[in-house]
């Protein structure tokens, strides 16, 4: 998947969509996330450009 396609309004689970780079964001390359729990899923989502992963 392309950066441009990426939707930071979607969360994205990780096991369809993983990191191309371990630890970093695929849309803006970032290494900060703050997470959070809800309904059973662990969300990563990144600081800097907001995608979402359920991880």
Avoid: H, T, W
């Avoid at 371990?22 to 662990?42: A, L, M, P, T």
Wanted: aromatic share 10%; hydrophobic share 25%.
């Amino acid at each position: 998947m392309e950066k441009s396609e990426i939707d930071v309004n979607i969360i994205y689970k990780y096991e369809n969509f993983p990191d191309a780079r371990s630890g970093r964001c695929d849309k803006c390359d970032g290494v900060k996330f703050k997470s959070s729990v809800g309904n059973g899923q662990f969300i990563r989502e990144c600081v800097n450009c907001g995608l979402k992963k359920s991880i």
